[in-house]
């Protein structure tokens, strides 16, 4: 259970992240015939992300990889890549259940199996989580708690918008430090605008590739301008306009096929207008229980409520 929140107003470099799964696994198009495929299905994912990689290597960016645990099982060598050329690695879970259809003990057993599987991969902590489709809401603030447990240093799972598959309306958009009853995490939302009283979601994903860029840029330039830390997101099969296309929804198809051939400039575009890094380097507390967790328990991350209240 969420109780209280310290928000930080440190002007810092920017965020940017990656959620690291496969074209097939998006949450729009899941069914349980589909996940059985998995296994069969064309991999996509090690071309796509080292596309990203190339990018990022060509402007001197480093970045927070969410990586999704069933990916760092098959391509513990694409983990170890990201980890060598300096991103941060963090968990997307295991198996790309939205939070909301797990219970408790069933979140708790993919987190832990991502994180192992992670930390067994780089040789170093994992203290960063964000949920498939941004599924923590106001009914599975329980997952926070279950998170500090685990190990995990700060989520980045909080939309603060109104929308149909997920969302906390209302919620701090800021990172902010969150108590829980395990607690303290700091909580590092995607970056969203507001606009006439209504907070539109502007951090990337589906929103990068609908919205044109130069209205794009115009709202991210107003969130720096108030002093805040741009945290944006993308997926590696966003770089794959060539992927299979999968039966599914209208609205879920026009959502993840919409643009997918102007990812690719758009990003580079970014990389041009804003300084970006990885979530433990930008957010400078994150990085001070980072560096906490290397000097105490080597390459195992173990931290106490007692350490992340002394950052805090």
Not at 161 to 181: E, I, K
Not at 197 to 214: N, S
């Amino acid at each position: 259970m969420m109780r209280k929140e310290v928000t930080t107003r440190r002007k810092v470099e920017h965020c940017l992240s990656f959620d690291i799964e496969e074209h097939f696994q998006v949450a729009a198009f899941d069914s349980p015939a589909r996940r059985r495929q998995w296994n069969s299905l064309e991999s996509r994912v090690q071309r796509n992300t080292e596309k990203i990689l190339e990018h990022l290597d060509a402007h001197q960016v480093r970045a927070t990889m969410f990586v999704l645990g069933w990916v760092g099982e098959r391509y513990p060598s694409l983990v170890r890549q990201m980890a060598e050329a300096g991103h941060e690695i963090g968990s997307h879970g295991y198996s790309h259940e939205l939070v909301n259809v797990q219970t408790p003990e069933q979140f708790r057993e993919d987190v832990k199996r991502a994180k192992a599987i992670l930390e067994d991969a780089v040789g170093q902590p994992v203290i960063g989580y964000r949920a498939p489709t941004f599924s923590i809401t106001q009914e599975t603030t329980w997952a926070l708690s279950v998170l500090v447990e685990e190990g995990y240093a700060y989520d980045s799972s909080i939309f603060p918008v109104r929308h149909d598959q997920y969302g906390m309306p209302g919620a701090n958009p800021s990172p902010h430090l969150l108590s829980t009853d395990a607690g303290s995490l700091w909580e590092v939302p995607p970056s969203t605008c507001k606009i006439a009283g209504v907070r539109l979601p502007v951090a990337g994903g589906g929103y990068f590739r609908l919205f044109p860029y130069w209205l794009l840029i115009r709202l991210l330039r107003k969130i720096e301008s108030e002093g805040e830390t741009l945290v944006m997101y993308l997926h590696p099969w966003e770089f794959d306009y060539e992927q299979p296309r999968m039966a599914g929804p209208a609205l879920s198809r026009f959502r993840h096929y919409l643009n997918l051939q102007k990812t690719e400039g758009r990003f580079t575009r970014l990389l041009q207008d804003f300084r970006f890094g990885p979530i433990r380097e930008a957010i400078s507390a994150i990085g001070q229980l980072y560096q906490q967790g290397v000097s105490r328990q080597g390459a195992i991350f173990c931290t106490t409520s007692a350490s992340r209240e002394e950052v805090a």
